[in-house]
């Protein structure tokens, strides 16, 4: 088994700031890319920001300069720095990973529960 837990979320006003931690957890060999989803209500969920397992970045055009995700691969785990928060970022966050349970088996994608973030004007 896999696990993927997110933590974080929260309510918080406009301009200020919350961080997001997923750590995974269970059987599993190597860790490849991790990213951050969201979805809001009525919406389609959307990528935010991504950490490949090479070490390239990439951010939503709607989140660059204000969020900043990183990752220890020693623990497992990835984070999210949401600064400058506005009421569009309201939404439920997903943690998102890329795992090779074992090194003859094929990666896999595993999620998380969901963290839910709420700013409020």
């Known amino acids: 088994q896999v696990y993927l837990v997110e933590s974080g979320g929260g309510l918080v006003q406009a301009g200020g700031s919350l961080r997001l931690s997923c750590a995974a957890s269970?059987?599993?060999?190597?860790?490849?890319?991790m990213g951050w989803f969201r979805q809001a209500p009525g919406k389609q969920r959307e990528l935010v920001a991504i950490?490949?397992?090479?070490?390239?970045?990439n951010y939503a055009d709607s989140v660059k300069g204000r969020f900043t995700i990183s990752r220890d691969n020693a623990k497992k785990s990835l984070y999210l720095q949401m600064n400058s928060l506005k009421p569009e970022d309201t939404a439920v966050y997903y943690c998102?990973?890329?795992?090779?349970?074992?090194?003859?088996?094929?990666?896999?994608?595993?999620w998380g529960q969901g963290t839910q973030v709420t700013v409020s004007s």
């Open positions: 998102k990973a890329g795992i090779k349970r074992r090194s003859y088996m094929p990666e896999s994608d595993y």
């Open positions: 269970g059987s599993i060999f190597r860790v490849n890319d």
């Open positions: 950490s490949t397992g090479d070490g390239n970045i």
